[in-house]
């Protein structure tokens, strides 16, 4: 593979809720179903070609050349039921692949794990609803059984919401669930190695940078579309400008000394939310 190839980058976008209803604390983490179904017409008018993640990582380990000329990843956090309601039509307008990320325990019910944030009423996916987001080409991936900070667990805790989350699917959707997603983009390498250990083969981290040829497959890269990402900051996350600042605060944040901090208090963690 030549240092070009191994250079190359590839935007992962990461979504949560595409709704215009949002408290405050969650603001950035909506977006607007115009603003998304203008993205996305973005991206066939600029002849991306959207991958699920485990598409992505198979045909990547093939090599630069298995890849199509202009990839993009999209995956969703959480399984907010208005991803069937708003997101999946569009998708479905393009033939759009997309992995959507699913927090188990809170399927059929609502978003409990955000009662801090005012948003614990957020409804969230039905099962049967999954099953027709995944008969639509959609990949569904584990996002832990109740969304927890996975690097301040045990190893058996950090076992239980890992796979917990992946035989509810795999019961539900009848198909092997191999890609994950980190709570709040926290991991650890024991929690990668648990991960392999229990049959994943890709993980999504944050990071707020492009992912590329080399990125390791059980901590991608993606870039987090907010309520404010206009077409133009949209077109820049797409080709990696203007992501320095946030890629060196989310280092930061990940050092041992700030994981000590967060034992204590998790004042910033919602910023990272996923």
């Given at each position: ?9 590839i ?8 709704s ?8 950035s ?22 991958l ?5 990582v ?8 298995a ?44 978003s409990?794990?955000l009662?801090?944030e ?12 999954l ?16 969304q ?27 198909n092997?669930v191999?890609?994950?997603?980190y ?23 944050v990071?707020f ?6 990125t390791?497959?059980?901590?991608l890269?993606?870039?987090?579309v907010s309520?404010n990402t ?21 280092t ?8 000590l ?14």
């Open positions: 593979m030549t240092t070009g190839s191994i250079n190359r980058q935007p992962i976008l990461m979504y949560h809720s595409i215009t209803q949002a408290s405050r604390s969650f603001r983490f909506a977006v607007a179903p115009d603003r998304f179904a203008a993205q996305m017409a973005f991206l066939h008018e600029h002849a991306y070609t959207p699920t993640v485990s598409q992505f198979s045909l990547r380990a093939q090599g630069s050349a890849l199509p000329a202009r990839p993009v990843v999209i995956t969703f956090d959480d399984g907010f039921a208005d991803f069937a309601l708003e997101a999946l039509p569009v998708l479905r307008r393009y033939q759009f692949a997309a992995t959507l990320y699913v927090t188990t325990n809170f399927m059929n019910t609502s409990r794990w009662l801090q005012g948003e614990a009423d957020r409804s969230m996916l039905s099962w049967q609803q099953r027709e987001v995944r008969d639509n080409g959609i990949e569904c991936g584990a996002h832990t059984h109740t927890p900070q996975l690097d301040m667990l045990s190893p058996d805790q950090i076992w239980q919401e890992i796979t917990l989350s992946k035989d509810a699917l795999e019961q539900h959707l009848g092997p191999m890609s994950f997603a709570p709040y983009g926290y991991y650890t390498p024991q929690v990668r190695t648990l991960l392999t250990k229990a049959g994943y083969t890709s993980a999504c981290a990071k940078t492009m992912s590329t040829m080399s390791d497959s059980l901590a890269a993606r870039l987090k309520a206009d077409l133009p900051a949209f077109a820049d996350l797409l080709e990696g400008r203007g992501m320095s600042p946030l890629t060196t605060l989310y930061r944040l990940r050092t041992p000394a700030w994981h901090t967060r034992q204590g208090s998790s004042a910033v963690t919602h910023y990272f939310s996923s």
